[in-house]
């Protein structure tokens, strides 16, 4: 009875507390507001029926030339394109929601390559929007300003080597010894398109800075990301139960070497290619990705976020949630059959714990750890076959192949044919394939030497090392507890991708936007940190005055 009236007597002060802190609107403010909100929905619903006629109309056309499989992304297409320009704030959002689930709504459409570049029609948009904002406010574009040396130099050594190398190899075909059909290639189109996946994304730093206005939008953010890796490691275990029912075949009853080939063939309903060979002991699943490689790179990006919201979310609830999407990365880490995410979602989350501190934190560490090693023990002792046979699939991988051996071999492959200037952009580019003849480099450092040569792999280095640099100085700055911890983390996720040169996740979704995208977001930590302490203080201010009106104080002293 006693612990129910102090309770309700504590929820009571809390929400006198609250209603002190939240300014009372007049009536004025009110109907304003009003107002302004009912002028927005007007605005919204005349620029939408508009977007939406001229789609129908280009979609009609679109219709007459590529049939209806064509007109209808190409009408949601022209509608996305022009709500993201005139709304790049929500464009943004929907980027990131959009990113995930890329794969799957790619394949649910159709199978066409530009249906993979379909999340660009947020991105490009919003960053013309945002552009001209900057324009007439007369804000920087880059940021921080440490990079713009870097990234100049950096960008015109890539234009060197798309206008001396891909020109020549465009112009001068003959000469450049690559290939017999070199007539069918389109040198000049790999440049420009291994340009925009090398550097296309750094502005997303800005993106993400302006993006992110108050807390507020700050939570809105990182809770949004949690909810992002619940949802999507939630379909990628229902994928794997799918195939270990029987429900979907995979590549388990096909011959030879199609037994161990990704095949969008195998797909089970969420994401792309996948390979699915119990028998013969390979698992590679996509989650709701295009191919398996994304996904084990999302679930590893994914514990460095859950990481940071679990331990510095101010709500409980959301700490809770943050702690499951954890545990539900380290799940999908084992049963997806991705070798890289079993090896290197816990040795993050180890590396997480010492480099930000908080295995220092026993208030939060011991709740934390001990609930996700319970949730993590029942998973093993219901499955302990498969865990085992993850981990013997690691080894014997790890085995055949160590991985500073295998860097060294690529380093050294590349180094036997080194160019000045490098072999041209995008000739080690997946996704520039279509458009000439490409060299498989599978480490990211020396894929970088390859195309454009010792000179821009040194502008590179300079790059990510000065904004490694500027995100540790802008997050130790921070000094609110919550948001600190937070920086820290996304530190470390920053510090990790910028020097790893296993695989390139630079180059594909998601890390390639995640890198750019929440260095944006840590460089916006000590402005939101600034607008907290004012607030507070102002509150404080307040609250004295009011003291002091009650105690009798004349007007003037106080």
Not at 503 to 526: M, N, R
């Amino acid at each position: 009875m006693v612990t129910a009236k102090l309770k309700s007597n504590k929820y009571k002060k809390n929400k006198k507390k609250q209603s002190q802190e939240t300014p009372t609107l007049s009536l004025k403010e009110r109907l304003a507001k009003k107002r302004k909100a009912a002028q927005a929905r007007k605005e919204f619903t005349n620029f939408f029926i508009t977007a939406a006629f001229g789609a129908l109309f280009f979609g009609i056309l679109m219709a007459f030339v590529g049939g209806i499989k064509a007109a209808v992304p190409g009408v949601l297409g022209i509608i996305t394109i022009a709500l993201s320009y005139k709304y790049p704030r929500q464009a943004l959002f929907a980027f990131l929601i959009y990113l995930p689930f890329g794969g799957t709504i790619t394949y649910y459409i159709g199978s066409s390559p530009i249906l993979q570049l379909a999340k660009d029609s947020f991105y490009i948009p919003a960053l013309i929007g945002l552009w001209q904002m900057c324009r007439k406010q007369r804000l920087p574009l880059i940021i921080p300003q440490a990079i713009k040396t870097p990234l100049f130099i950096l960008l015109g050594i890539c234009l060197l080597t798309l206008v001396f190398v891909n020109g020549s190899q465009q112009f001068n075909p003959a000469s450049t010894g690559l290939l017999n059909n070199s007539t069918r290639e389109i040198p000049i189109g790999m440049g420009i398109l291994g340009l925009k996946v090398f550097l296309g994304y750094v502005p997303l730093i800005a993106c993400a800075y302006y993006l992110i206005r108050n807390k507020r939008d700050f939570l809105f953010l990182s809770r949004l990301q949690v909810v992002l890796i619940l949802v999507c490691c939630a379909l990628g275990f229902i994928q794997y139960l799918l195939l270990a029912k029987g429900i979907c075949q995979g590549t388990r009853y096909l011959e030879g070497a199609a037994q161990f080939r990704a095949s969008i063939e195998a797909r089970c309903y969420f994401g792309g290619s996948l390979i699915y060979s119990p028998e013969q002991g390979v698992i590679r699943l996509p989650g709701t990705f295009v191919a398996p490689w994304q996904w084990g790179w999302f679930l590893i990006s994914s514990t460095f976020f859950a990481f940071a919201t679990t331990f510095s979310d101010p709500s409980r609830m959301w700490r809770l949630l943050s702690l499951g999407s954890m545990a539900a990365v380290f799940i999908n880490a084992v049963v997806s059959g991705q070798r890289i995410a079993l090896a290197l979602v816990p040795t993050c989350f180890v590396a997480l714990l010492l480099l930000t501190g908080q295995i220092r934190n026993l208030k939060r560490f011991i709740p934390i750890g001990v609930g996700l090693a319970i949730i993590l023990g029942i998973a093993m002792l219901i499955n302990p076959a498969i865990v085992q046979e993850r981990i013997a699939s690691l080894n014997a991988r790890w085995e055949a192949s160590p991985p500073d051996q295998f860097i060294m071999q690529q380093l050294d492959d590349v180094w036997k044919n080194l160019q000045l200037l490098g072999n041209g952009l995008g000739r080690a580019t997946n996704s520039a394939r279509a458009l000439g003849e490409t060299k498989l480099v599978e480490t990211y450092y020396p894929k970088i030497l390859y195309e454009i040569g010792p000179l821009g792999l040194l502008g590179f280095l300079a790059l990510v090392t000065t904004l490694t640099v500027v995100c540790f100085q802008t997050y130790r700055s921070v000094k609110n507890y919550n948001l600190r911890s937070y920086g820290a983390a996304l530190w470390v996720f920053i510090l990790f991708i910028s020097y790893n040169t296993y695989y390139y996740p630079l180059d594909v979704d998601p890390v390639a936007v995640y890198y750019w995208f929440f260095a944006g977001v840590l460089l916006k930590l000590p402005e939101i940190d600034k607008q907290e302490r004012l607030q507070e203080a102002q509150v404080k201010g307040a609250r004295g005055k009011k003291s002091q009106r009650r105690a009798g104080f004349p007007p003037l002293l106080a």
